[in-house]
C-alpha cells in the first residue's frame, strides 16, 4: 500500500502562512497541573558534572512546581521513596532528572506497583546523566545543556493527563485457515491446551503438500511422509476441541472488540455428510474420468471421488465442475448405485458464522508451474516434469504403484537430470530461494539409487547447492555414497535430441556450452504462494509482501505476527520452507493465538483526539495510517482504539491541525520547543533544538552517553514518539523562535519503528528547505540524520558538521 | 486377571466394506463360543452414533465389563469407542480392537474363506487378551507452575518473555555476567540491516521495541527472577517437580546498589583485552563489557583483578565486595527449556589466525563494522590502523570439513554477504572477493542481499582454498585457491574467515546434569526432527534457538516462542496428567541391578537408596525396553505384560 504524500504546493501554502502567522501562545497558567521534581545525583558522582543546587533553585522558580527533592540513587534502594514522596506531596505528575529513561522507569513502575500507586503516563523524564552530563564539556555547559532539557519537559509535565488503558478479554475460540502440516500442528497445539478450534479447509480433506509426500527429508532414510501426516492427521480427527470444516472457504471477516465474526461458506459436496461411509461403489460405477489432482496429473479419478486413501474425513465429494449431471444434466449413477442413499444433488452451499479471537491463516504453497517457462520443455516433453510429480512415481501408492517409469513409454528411466531453482532465484519470475528444493532433489536422487535403480545415472544441475545446517550430511552422502553428480550451471534448454530421448544444454562457469543426454528431466520449481491469497488478505485485511506471501509483522523477530493484533500465520503461506520450519513456526503462531484469546489484553491508549470542527473531512489522516486504524466517516476520522499504536503520522498531515495525540498535542509541542529557545536565549546560548524518536533516536542519545562521547551541548533534544508526528509548523516554528537550528534524529529510513514515520519526515525535511530557499531563508538550518540506535560515530559526524555549519556564524 | 469377565464382542459389518469379504454371522457364532464370551453381536457401523448407542446398550443390558470390537483399525475409532465405555460406566481401557478390515477383510479381498478364518485367529486373540485387561487409572501429578529458563541470549529472553505473559514464574539462568548473548555484538543483522538489539513487540504494540529498553523489563518483570553468572549444577525430579541447583557465581559487585556511574572503571589500575570486541579494544579489570548491555551493573574479572581495593573506596554506594562468594540456590519448577546458544568457531592455525593479526573471523568484523564499536564503525586493518584495499573473505571455515566439523552453519554465508554489502556501500573502492563452496542464502528473505552483493561489484569465486602466506615484502597475503581445476591466486591485506559454530562452553556437562541427548557434533538434539523440533528425551525439557545449532534470529524466535506453548501444554491447569499405561515395578521381584535405569532412553526409571527401581510416570513413554531389559521379570509394561502378550500368541495360535 503506497501512501501519497502531500503534494509540494499545498505545503508550501501551509508552510509560509504558518510561519508569518506564528505567534507564542500561552495558555492561562493556573489550569496547568501541579508537577513534582525528583532529582537524583547517582551517589553524589553527578555533582562533579553539573550544578544540582543552581537546577534545584531553577525548577523551584518555575510556577507549577510544588515539590523538589534530591536523590541518590533512585533507580535501586530510593525508588519507593520516590513515589511516596510523590503521592504525599499532593502533586499530579511526577518529573524525574536523573539517568536514562529506559532504566529508571521500570524501576519506578515496580516501585509503583508495590506501593500501589498508578503512574499511567503521569511522569516525564529528563537523562542529565547519558544526555548532558557524560556527553558535555564541562560543569557549565552540562549545567545550562540540563536547564534547556528540564524546561521543555515541565511544559509536557504541566499538561499530563493519565494514559488510559484499555483492557478488554477476547472469545477463547480460534479460527485456522488452512489444513495442511502448518494448520494441523496449530490445531493440536489450541486443542491440546484446551481451546475450541475451528479448522476450515478448502479442499476436501486435511493434509496439504505433505500428504503429497511419500518420504521427507532430514531423518535419517528419510522417513515416511505418512508417520508425520498420518499420526497428526488422525489426531485431529479424534480431538474432540477441533471441530473440522473440510470442503468450506472463509467468505467474510468483520473485527469487534471482542475478536472476529466470520462467515464460511460450506461448499456443497452433493454427498450427504452423515450418510457416507466411504465404500467407493459410486466412484467404480461413476463414467466421467479426471486428471488426478493429488498425484499431480499422473492418474486418474473420476469425477466422484476421495482425493487420497487416507483422506480425513473419508467421505466422497463431487467435482461439480466435471460432473456429468451438472455439466450435461445427465446421468445419476451414482444415486442409483449408493447403498446408503448418500447422494444428494440438491445439496446448497451452506453459509456458517463463527465468532473467534483470533485467526491463524496456514493455506500454505503451490508449486510453481514450469509451463511459463518453455526452455524446460515442461508440457511440451510428456518426460519433462517436477519434483512433486516425481514424488508420486517414487511412492509405493501412487500412479505406478512406487514403479518409477517415464511417463511417455512406461519404461524405467536410466539416465536422469535434475534441474535446480526452476522459477527460483529469477528476476524474471520469483527472484526470492524456494529454500527446499536442493534438499528435494537430494532426497528423491538418494531414494532413486536405494530404491529403483543404483546404476541410474542422475545429474542435479545447480547454482548452489543450499543443503544448509545438518542437511549437509545427505548432500555429501547423495555425491560421494551414492554418485549423484553435481554440476554447476545455467540451463539454457531442454531439447529432444532424438525421438523418445531428451538433452539439456547448459552454460557451465567457464563459458562453455555443454550438453547432457536424459531419459527423464525433473525440474526443481519454485514455492509459490496461492492464488487465493489475494482474496483472502483482502478478507482479513492484512497485507501481502512483494511477492504475494502474507507479510509478516517483522521479518527478524516476529514473522508469524501480522499488523492486525489477532490475526497470525505460519508455514509456506508466509514463505517457502520445509516441513519441520513450519512446524516450529506453527507453534509459535498457536502460543502467540493462545495468549491474545485466554489473557486479559492491555493497552495503553495514546490515540488522536478529534476537533471535528476543524475537520475537513479530506480523509488525508485516514490514507496516511501505517496501520488503518483510521476510518473515515461523516463525524471525520474514527479511531480503532485497537490497531493505533500512538505514532502521530496523522496529527501531523492533518492540514487543519483538527487531530492531535494524547499528551503530545500540536500546541505541546510548539510550547516546549518556544520555551526551550526563550530559556536558552536567557542564558545567551545558541540553541539546536534536536527533535529525536522516541524508538531509535532515544536509544541512540542514550548511548552516546555510555560511550561518554562529546558533542555540542547546544543540541537539546526533546522527544516525540515517531518523527512523522512532527509536522512543518513544529520546524518552521522552531526556526520562527529564534533556534539557530533544527535536527532531526530518527529511525533508518527503512527501519522506522513506526513504518513509514522517518521517510515521511525526510521527505518534509527536503520540501523545507526548498521553502526556505525559495523565501530567502538559509536552508541548511534544518537537518535530518536517520540513524539506529548503535550509531554513534555517524551522529558525532553528523553533529560536528552541523555545528561547524551553523553555531559559527 | 482374577475377576471373571464377561465379554461381549461386537462385530461390525462396516456396511458391506467387511461384510463383502467375511462371513460376519459364522464369525459372531465362533464368538459365542470362545471362553468368557456372555455376549456376541453384528452391527453395521458401530463407530456412528447409533452404533455407539448400540454398545452402550448393550454393555449395560447384558453387564458387560470387557469388550472386544472386531472392526476397523483401532487408529480410526478407539479412542471413540474408548469414550462409549466411558459413558457406560466402564474403565475405558477395558477394551480391545481386532482389526479386521484393513489387516484383513480389505488385503485379502479375493478370499473370502481365508479372510474369516484369519479374522476367527484375530478375534480368539483379541477376547483372550481381553480376559486380561486390567482398569488404567488417570492420574494428576500437581505441577510447580514455574520454568527455569538455561541461557539469556535472544531465544531465552524471548522465551523468558513470552511464559511470564502468559503467567509463569520464570527463573533464566546465564552463565555470563550480563544478558543479550550474540545479538548484542552483531552490529547491524539481516535480513531487515538495524540492530540486533530489535525486540518482539509487546502483545497489543505492533512496532518492535528496541532490547536494551524491553529487556530492562525483564530485570523488573514482576514474574521474572534473572540469576546470571550463574550455572545450573544439579538436576533431579520429573516434569511439574523439577528440584534445580543454582551455582551464583560472584560478580563482586551488587547487582541491586552498582547504578554504573563509572567511577570504580576510572580508578581502576589493570587493563586487558576486552572479550566483547574479541581483543580489538581494552577494558578495566572492573567494566560493562558493553555499554549495552543487560543488567548493567559493572562486574569484576577475577582472574586479572589484583585486588587493590581502589575501587572499593570510591564507589558512593559500596556496591563492592571483593570477598563475595558463589552462592547455591534451590529452585522448583515445573519445566525447563534449554537455550544455550553458540560460539563461534576458533580457527586457531587456520590461513594464519592466531599468527597475523590481519586474519580476521567474521566476528570480529562485525564488531569493526558496528557503528559503536571499537573502531565507530571504521573498517581498518588491525595490525596498523590503516584502511584496508583488498578483502578476501573465506567461507565454510570450520564447517563443511571433515577434519573440524561436518555439518554446514547455515548462517555464515549471510553474515559474510551482509558485512560485504556493508564495506561496499561505506568503501566502494575497496575490492571484496568472497571465496565459496556453495552460497546458501535460502529463503524469500535472504537471497536479495546475494544480488545486491553481486550489483556492488562483490567478486564471488567458487573454489578450494589450497594455501594462504604473506609475503613479507608486500605485506599481503597470498591465497592459492583451486577453482574449476586451475589454480587461481588472490592477495588480500585483510583476510576474514567465514568460521562455522560450534555449541556454546559447558554444553557437555549441561547435558550430563539434565540426561538429556546431545549429537556427533556436540549440540542438543531434539527428540525427533518433525513430529517433536523442540522436545527433548526428557519429558519437560525443551530445547530452542541454537543450542541446536546455528539459526537465523527470526528461526530462534520462533522457536522460543514454540517452547512456551510446549511449556503452556504440559503445565496447563497446574498438573499433569496421564494415564498409566505405563511400566510398573513388582517390588518383591526387583533385585537393585539398575539395568532398566540405565537403558531407559527417557530418564523415567530411579532406582532408590534401598535399591529397589521406581517407575516415574509422567516421565514414561511405554516403550517398554525396561521390561525387556529386566532380567528378573519384576518390570512390566502395564497393557503389555508377558502373560497379556502370551494371551495374544496363544489366541492367534490355536485359532
Request: include cysteine; charged fraction near 25%.
Amino acid at each position: 500500500m503506497r501512501k501519497k504524500l502531500l503534494c509540494c504546493d499545498k505545503i508550501k501554502q501551509c508552510s509560509i502562512k504558518l510561519l508569518f502567522a506564528c505567534r507564542t501562545t500561552t495558555s492561562p497558567r493556573c489550569t496547568a497541573i501541579s508537577v513534582n521534581v525528583a532529582f537524583c545525583t547517582c551517589g553524589g558522582v553527578l555533582e562533579k558534572y553539573v550544578n544540582f543546587n543552581e537546577l534545584e533553585d531553577y525548577v523551584k522558580r518555575n510556577r507549577n512546581v510544588v515539590n523538589v527533592k534530591k536523590y541518590s540513587a533512585l533507580c535501586t534502594y530510593e525508588s519507593e521513596k520516590v513515589i511516596q514522596d510523590f503521592a504525599k506531596s499532593g502533586a499530579k505528575t511526577l518529573l524525574v532528572v536523573a539517568c536514562s529513561k529506559y532504566i529508571c522507569l521500570p524501576m519506578l513502575e515496580k516501585a509503583a506497583n508495590n506501593l500501589g500507586v498508578d503512574l499511567a503516563g503521569l511522569v516525564e523524564f529528563v537523562n542529565i546523566r547519558e544526555q548532558c552530563a557524560w556527553v558535555c564539556n564541562g560543569r557549565r555547559e552540562a549545567t545550562d545543556k540540563a536547564k534547556l532539557m528540564i524546561v521543555a519537559e515541565l511544559e509536557r509535565a504541566k499538561e499530563l493527563k493519565p494514559v488510559k488503558k484499555l483492557r478488554f478479554k477476547v472469545k477463547e475460540a480460534i479460527l485456522v485457515i488452512g489444513g495442511g502440516v502448518a494448520g494441523i500442528q496449530a490445531s493440536l497445539d489450541l486443542a491440546n491446551q484446551g481451546f475450541k478450534v475451528y479448522l476450515v479447509e478448502s479442499s476436501p480433506s486435511i493434509g496439504g503438500t505433505a500428504a503429497l509426500l511419500y518420504r521427507t527429508f532430514p531423518t535419517d532414510e528419510c522417513d515416511c511422509a505418512i508417520c508425520v501426516k498420518g499420526s497428526k492427521m488422525a489426531e485431529v480427527i479424534a480431538n474432540p476441541n477441533i471441530e473440522l470444516l473440510t470442503y468450506c472457504e472463509v467468505k467474510e471477516v468483520k473485527r469487534y472488540p471482542w475478536g472476529f465474526k466470520v462467515k464460511v461458506l460450506k461448499k456443497p459436496r452433493y454427498v450427504n455428510y452423515d450418510k457416507c461411509t466411504g465404500c467407493g461403489i459410486c466412484a467404480e460405477k461413476c463414467p466421467k474420468i479426471v486428471p488426478n489432482e493429488w498425484d499431480k496429473g499422473l492418474s486418474w479419478r473420476k469425477a466422484i471421488y476421495i482425493p487420497f486413501p487416507q483422506a480425513i474425513p473419508f467421505k466422497y465429494t463431487i467435482d461439480s465442475s466435471q460432473c456429468l449431471h451438472f455439466t450435461e444434466g445427465s446421468c445419476n449413477i451414482c444415486e442409483e448405485v449408493c447403498p446408503y442413499d448418500a447422494i444428494d444433488f440438491n445439496q446448497k452451499p451452506e453459509e456458517l458464522e463463527l465468532e473467534v479471537g483470533a485467526i491463524i491463516v496456514a493455506t500454505g504453497l503451490e508449486e510453481y508451474d514450469p509451463s511459463s517457462l518453455p526452455q524446460y520443455g515442461y508440457g511440451k516433453y510428456k518426460d519433462v516434469i517436477t519434483q512433486l510429480q516425481l514424488e508420486k512415481l517414487l511412492d509405493p501408492l501412487g500412479p505406478t504403484g512406487g514403479r518409477l517409469v517415464r511417463v511417455s513409454d512406461g519404461k524405467p528411466p536410466s539416465k536422469i537430470v535434475m534441474i535446480q531453482c526452476v522459477g527460483s532465484r529469477d528476476p524474471k519470475t520469483n527472484p526470492y530461494c524456494s529454500r527446499y528444493c536442493c534438499m528435494e532433489a537430494i532426497k528423491n536422487s538418494i531414494l532413486i539409487k536405494t530404491e529403483h535403480n543404483p546404476k541410474a545415472e542422475i545429474t542435479i544441475l545447480y547454482k548452489d547447492v543450499r543443503a544448509y545446517g545438518r542437511l549437509e550430511e545427505f548432500y555429501v552422502q547423495a555425491r560421494d555414497k551414492y554418485g549423484i553428480k553435481f554440476i554447476k550451471g545455467e540451463v539454457i534448454r531442454v531439447y529432444e535430441d532424438k525421438p523418445g530421448s531428451l538433452a539439456v544444454e547448459y552454460q557451465d562457469p567457464l563459458g562453455n556450452i555443454c550438453s547432457i543426454s536424459a531419459d527423464l528431466v525433473v525440474l526443481s520449481c519454485a514455492i509459490v504462494p496461492k492464488e487465493s491469497s489475494k482474496k483472502l488478505a483482502k478478507i482479513l485485511g492484512i497485507e501481502l509482501d512483494k511477492y504475494g506471501f502474507f507479510k509478516e509483522l517483522d521479518e527478524k523477530v516476529s514473522n508469524v505476527e501480522t499488523k492486525v493484533p489477532g490475526i497470525f500465520i505460519c508455514g509456506a503461506c508466509q514463505g517457502p520452507k520445509n516441513i519441520p520450519e513450519t512446524l516450529v513456526q506453527a507453534s509459535a503462531a498457536a502460543m502467540l493465538a493462545a495468549f491474545h484469546v485466554s489473557q486479559y489484553l492491555e493497552k495503553k491508549l495514546s490515540p488522536p483526539i478529534l476537533d471535528e470542527e476543524l475537520c475537513a473531512r479530506c480523509g488525508l489522516c485516514t490514507i496516511s495510517c501505517p496501520y488503518n486504524a483510521l476510518t473515515l466517516t461523516e463525524k471525520g476520522p474514527l479511531v480503532d482504539e485497537l490497531l493505533c499504536q500512538g505514532c502521530g503520522t496523522c496529527a501531523s498531515i492533518c492540514p487543519n491541525n483538527a487531530l492531535n495525540i494524547v499528551n503530545n498535542t500540536n500546541e505541546l509541542m510548539l510550547k516546549q520547543i518556544e520555551a526551550v529557545i526563550n530559556e536558552a536565549k536567557s542564558l545567551k546560548k545558541k540553541v539546536l533544538i534536536t527533535l529525536c524518536c522516541e524508538e531509535c533516536a532515544h536509544t541512540l542519545m542514550d548511548s552516546i552517553g555510555f560511550y561518554r562521547k562529546k558533542y555540542l551541548s547546544e543540541a537539546v533534544p526533546i522527544f516525540v514518539p515517531c518523527l512523522g508526528f512532527l509536522s512543518i509548523s513544529h520546524i518552521l516554528a522552531a526556526l520562527n523562535y529564534g533556534a539557530d537550528g533544527v535536527l532531526l534524529v530518527g529511525c533508518p529510513l527503512e527501519r522506522c519503528h513506526f513504518e513509514q514515520g522517518a521517510r515521511i519526515a525526510k521527505r518534509k525535511v527536503e520540501l523545507i528547505k526548498k521553502v526556505l530557499e525559495e523565501i530567502g531563508l538559509i536552508p541548511d538550518k534544518v537537518e535530518i540524520v536517520n540513524l539506529s540506535a548503535t550509531m554513534v560515530e555517524r551522529f558525532l559526524e553528523a553533529s560536528n558538521k552541523l555545528a561547524a555549519r551553523l553555531l559559527s556564524r | 486377571m482374577g475377576v471373571s469377565s464377561r465379554i461381549g464382542v461386537f462385530i461390525c459389518r462396516c456396511g458391506t466394506e467387511i461384510a463383502k469379504v467375511i462371513d460376519t454371522k459364522s464369525l459372531k457364532e465362533y464368538a459365542e463360543n470362545l471362553p468368557e464370551v456372555v455376549y456376541a453381536a453384528e452391527h453395521n457401523f458401530l463407530c456412528f452414533k447409533e452404533g455407539q448407542e448400540f454398545l452402550k446398550d448393550a454393555i449395560e443390558k447384558h453387564k458387560l465389563n470387557r469388550i472386544v470390537i472386531a472392526a476397523c483399525s483401532p487408529r480410526l475409532h478407539e479412542i471413540t469407542f474408548r469414550r462409549v465405555l466411558e459413558k457406560a460406566g466402564l474403565n475405558p481401557f477395558l477394551l480391545e480392537i481386532a482389526n479386521i478390515r484393513e489387516q484383513c477383510a480389505w488385503v485379502h479381498p479375493n478370499d473370502p474363506e481365508g479372510a474369516t478364518e484369519k479374522a476367527k485367529h484375530l478375534l480368539k486373540a483379541a477376547v483372550l487378551r481381553a480376559t486380561t485387561l486390567e482398569k488404567i487409572k488417570e492420574i494428576s501429578v500437581p505441577a510447580s507452575f514455574s520454568v527455569l529458563v538455561i541461557g539469556g541470549g535472544i531465544a531465552g529472553i524471548t522465551a523468558a518473555l513470552k511464559l511470564a505473559e502468559y503467567g509463569f514464574q520464570v527463573y533464566l539462568v546465564e552463565k555470563n555476567a550480563t544478558l543479550g548473548g550474540k545479538v548484542l555484538q552483531l552490529g547491524t543483522v539481516f535480513p531487515t540491516e538495524d540492530c540486533g538489539v530489535c525486540m518482539v513487540p509487546y502483545v497489543l504494540e505492533r512496532h518492535r521495541k528496541c532490547l536494551f529498553k524491553y529487556v530492562q523489563m525483564v530485570l523488573t518483570h514482576p514474574r521474572i527472577k534473572v540469576f546470571t553468572k550463574s550455572i545450573v549444577e544439579n538436576v533431579e525430579g520429573f516434569i511439574g517437580n523439577f528440584r534445580v541447583t543454582i551455582r551464583k557465581n560472584p560478580k563482586y559487585v551488587n547487582e541491586e546498589k552498582c547504578v554504573a556511574c563509572g567511577i570504580c572503571e576510572e580508578v581502576c589500575p589493570i587493563e586487558v583485552p576486552n572479550e566483547f570486541d574479541l581483543g580489538l579494544s581494552t577494558r578495566k579489570a572492573i567494566y560493562l563489557p558493553s555499554p549495552h548491555v543487560v543488567p548493567r551493573t559493572y562486574i569484576i574479572d577475577e582472574n586479572h583483578c589484583n585486588r587493590c581495593g581502589e575501587c572499593v573506596k570510591v564507589c558512593p554506594f559500596n556496591a563492592i565486595n571483593l570477598d563475595e562468594k558463589p552462592q547455591r540456590i534451590e529452585l522448583n519448577v515445573g519445566a525447563i527449556i534449554v537455550a544455550t546458544g553458540f560460539k563461534e568457531f576458533e580457527p586457531k592455525g587456520i590461513y594464519g589466525y592466531g599468527t597475523y593479526p590481519d586474519v580476521i573471523t567474521q566476528l570480529m568484523l562485525a564488531r569493526m563494522l558496528d557503528p559503536s564499536g571499537p573502531t565507530g564503525g571504521r573498517l581498518v586493518r588491525v595490525s596498523d590502523g590503516k584502511p584496508p584495499s583488498k578483502i578476501v573473505m573465506i567461507q565454510c571455515v570450520g564447517s563443511r570439513d571433515p577434519k573440524t566439523n561436518p555439518y554446514c552453519s547455515n548462517i555464515c554465508c549471510t553474515i559474510a554477504l551482509k558485512h560485504a554489502r556493508n564495506i561496499k556501500e561505506l568503501y566502494p573502492e575497496v575490492e571484496v572477493t568472497i571465496v565459496y563452496k556453495d552460497i546458501r542464502v535460502a529463503g524469500k528473505n535472504y537471497e536479495k542481499y546475494y544480488t545486491s552483493c553481486e550489483e556492488l561489484g562483490v567478486r564471488f569465486v567458487k573454489g578450494e582454498v589450497l594455501s594462504v602466506v604473506r609475503n613479507p615484502e608486500s605485506g599481503m597475503f597470498e591465497v592459492e585457491l583451486e577453482s574449476y581445476g586451475k589454480r587461481m591466486k588472490l592477495l588480500a591485506d585483510l583476510l576474514v574467515l567465514s568460521c562455522g559454530f560450534t555449541p556454546s562452553n559447558g554444553i557437555r556437562e549441561l547435558a550430563e546434569v539434565l540426561n538429556i541427548n546431545l549429537r556427533q557434533d556436540g549440540f542438543f538434539v531434539a527428540a525427533h526432527p518433525k513430529l517433536a523440533p523442540i522436545e527433548t528425551n526428557v519429558n519437560g525439557i525443551f530445547l530452542c534457538g541454537a543450542a541446536q545449532g546455528p539459526v537465523y534470529i527470526a528461526e530462534a524466535v520462533n522457536q522460543a516462542i514454540a517452547a512456551s506453548s510446549k511449556v503452556a501444554m504440559s503445565l496447563a491447569g497446574g498438573n499433569i496428567k496421564t494415564y498409566l499405561t505405563k511400566a510398573i515395578v513388582n517390588e518383591n521381584y526387583c533385585i537393585g541391578c539398575r539395568v532398566c535405569e540405565m537403558s531407559c532412553p527417557f530418564n523415567a526409571v530411579k532406582v532408590s537408596s534401598q535399591g529397589i527401581s521406581k517407575v516415574i510416570e509422567t516421565m514414561c513413554r511405554e516403550c517398554g525396553i525396561c521390561a525387556a531389559e529386566c532380567p528378573a521379570g519384576a518390570m512390566q509394561l502395564r497393557n503389555y505384560r508377558d502373560e497379556q502378550i502370551s494371551a495374544t500368541i496363544m489366541g492367534v495360535l490355536k485359532g
